[in-house]
């Protein structure tokens, strides 16, 4: 069995060598059509993806002539059977037309998206970004953001409920080719944790209390605002009123709902605009931070190759940001239409908290350059950005004038991330609960976005501002559902960052309150971050998590420690109120 093992390491090797030049081909052809989206590159795309696809499929057959579940050595077991799940690869061995189908019907639904607008009564026409984003997050009109809302809704959501469909349909055969149930049975098992949705339903309830507190009093602030008379009697809130074409994240509607006014402003959009920010310098401020803290730099192909702002020379792309590997240890890029708000400037750091984790794992062989777990790849970026939202950083790098840090301005200041951290639960929560149910067949085509509202108005008590119905796909209007890119790494995420940047204060030895830990400068707190992040994929994801935290476990205990100073001041402001809603969304679908 020991030469067998030799011959089999050699063998992975080479495979491993192979898919880096394989990969590194199908990221090039992928990153040239995002960045011009023409029917060229996009058939260019295809034929990448097959070769992938096939390349995948061919070294999965070629590690069946070892028998690997029986090798001593773990690290060669896990690494083949890393090798031997193809994903919707598998439906090639089956049915190479249907796969083609399969690949092309993305890409289909992700241009729909890309190319959506929405145009008003004298043809002035708005992309999602930074048109109609803009527009969600700074109109205060209610009929203005009903029409952007619905207008979104129209020109992708219901071009696509066909097309997602048969795509439902063709990605569950392939999970089934390559031995799961189902796809969501597929996307769970990168998990590897046999009672995962338990654990996520645990931790949803444990925050549960939270959002509530947090929705009742926006929800009272809003009602202030647009009057009582245009918020159903269930209890919810209109989904278009929330700063986010999804209600996913309010910070936008901070001055709406601020705790305690004339305190410094924490939303840094306008003095990044007087200092004449650009999206360079954005850039630069993150990268800046990632090297304060010993963690590697972006590397000079990183600022070459990468598109920091929306082409201006008429060309397509997809603006939805993203971080891209090539597989070949020198090329990362971002591809991001970067706008000059501080939305924008947390959004650059999560997308280089991508890259600084490809490039802490590029020596690893190619199969396991992944995260530890999906979550793990989403919460990178953002424990930079919860030291860097705080005012005293902020103020650090010259975005804020005076730092006042007496308990309304901690409320305020917690109130902000809040806005962002708390509304996202919810949201991140239910967006594969409906996939999965769709996968599984629990939720059936003729309801889909029945099904998709029933989840909208339980878990994050929004409701459909204006009627709804079957022709109407609401769940495609989300980039990720045309994009088929899950979701519940997000979800993951948010509970994970909590608990790196609990750790990596620690390690800091910042002994203030968490909400105010800054680990800038701090190459202890990088040095920690850095060894887990070399691990890639290569160890299951309780050990890189204890490698940093000390714990095996996922734990809401580091969010509610960080918000805790906010929820109590909730519970006084929410006295007396009902702070829930009928599970059930408005009957009317609709306002008066
Ligand atoms: C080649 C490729 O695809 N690469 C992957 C990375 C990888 O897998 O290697 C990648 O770049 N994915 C894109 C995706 C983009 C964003 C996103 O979609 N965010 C969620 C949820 C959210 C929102 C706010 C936030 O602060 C954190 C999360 C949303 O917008 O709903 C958009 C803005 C932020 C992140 C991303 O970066 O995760
Ligand atoms: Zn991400």
Redesign the pocket.
Known sequence: IKSEQGRAAQWLRDANDRAGRVYYNLQVARWVYATNITKFNGERQHNASIMSAEFDREAAENATSFAWENFTDSDLRRQFRKISDVGSAALLRKDKAKYERLISLVTKMETTYSEGQVCDKKGTCLDLEPGLTRLMATSRNYSELLDAWKGWRDATGRKIRDDYKEFVSLSNEAAVENGYRDTGDYWRSWYDTADFRDQLEQLYEEMKPLYLNLHAYVKNKLKAKYGESLFPPSGHIPAHLLGNMWAQSWNNIFDIVEPFAGKPSVDVTPKMKELNYTPRRMFNISDEFFTSLGLEAMPQEFWDHSMLEKPTDGRKVVCHAS?WDFYNKKDFRIKQCTDITMDDLITVH??MG?VEYYLQYKEQPVVYRRGANPGF??AV?DVLALSVSTPTHLKEIGLLDNVTNDNESVINYLMSIALDKIAFIPFGYLMDQWRWGVFNGSIKFEEYNKEWWKLRCKYQGVSPPIHRNESDFDPGAKYHIPANTPYIRYFVSYVLQFQFHEALCNTANQTGPLHMCDIYRSTEAGAKLGNMLKLGSSKPWPEALEKVTGTRNMSANAILLYFKPLIDWLKVQNQGQTITWSEECPIEYYTT
Request: no cysteine; hydrophobic share 15%.
């Open positions: 971080a999560h997308e991508h790849h989403e970026g």
